[in-house]
């Protein structure tokens, strides 16, 4: 049997190819370099309008608060810090600190969440929407996007903390840093760069 599932297991790496040197299951990296990729456009398509509308995107940027998107991003790296030392402890069998450090990682999520929303909120109260401009469009959809995959990653998370073998927190803890890394490029490009 075990000679049966070893040849089962190179098999498996086999067809994933280079994905299979990766932590975590190979379908997340799919997911992942998916993300990257869609991110990646959505960056691109906000540089060149900022590029061609710059007093637009200048207005645009001094209405947003720049202090609120940098604790935010201090939020975010501390999560993914906890996330990445919640991989380390449940390696080396300490089950119930990967189990509080995931805690940790996911009420920071939630933390991140309750200021963006904050923000959107007085962005509403100002009478700024998706439809205010160019730059409030991207802002909104680029923002949200990143939003939607923040809660995303909260349930991706709470599902590993659930089954928490390295293979599942390993796999969970990737998509996370890819929250993170996402928001450290958007972060100076939506927030600071003008």
């Keep these: 049997m075990d000679a049966a599932k070893a040849t089962n297991a190179a098999h498996e790496d086999l067809r994933w190819g280079a994905l299979s040197d990766l932590p975590g299951h190979p379908m997340m990296w799919v997911l992942i370099l998916t993300e990257v990729v869609t991110f990646g456009?959505?960056?691109?398509?906000?540089?060149?309008?900022?590029?061609?509308?710059p007093d637009l995107f200048a207005?645009?940027?001094?209405?947003?608060?720049?202090?609120?998107?940098?604790?935010?991003?201090?939020?975010?790296?501390?999560?993914?810090?906890?996330?990445?030392?919640?991989?380390?402890?449940?390696?080396?069998?300490?089950?119930?600190?990967?189990?509080?450090?995931?805690?940790?990682?996911?009420?920071?999520?939630?933390v991140f969440i309750a200021i963006k929303l904050a923000e959107y909120a007085v962005k509403a109260e100002a009478g700024i929407g998706l439809e205010t401009d160019t730059f409030f469009t991207l802002?909104?959809?680029?923002t949200g996007f990143h939003l939607l995959h923040v809660v995303l990653g909260i349930v991706i998370l709470a599902a590993v903390a659930l089954s928490d073998s390295v293979e599942n927190l390993k796999t969970g803890t990737a998509f996370w840093h890819m929250v993170d890394l996402v928001w450290v490029v958007m972060y100076p490009l939506v927030y600071l760069i003008g």
Excluded: C, K
Excluded at 41 to 53: D, E, S
Excluded at 69 to 94: D, H, K, M, P, Y
Excluded at 139 to 142: D, H, K, N, P, R
């Design 41 to 53: 456009l959505l960056f691109l398509t906000f540089a060149v309008t900022m590029a061609v509308h």
């Design 59 to 110: 207005a645009g940027q001094a209405q947003l608060d720049p202090a609120l998107g940098g604790v935010n991003t201090l939020v975010l790296i501390t999560s993914g810090w906890l996330a990445a030392l919640a991989v380390e402890a449940r390696s080396a069998g300490r089950r119930g600190m990967a189990q509080r450090q995931l805690g940790g990682a996911m009420a920071l999520g939630l």
């Design 139 to 142: 802002y909104f959809l680029l």
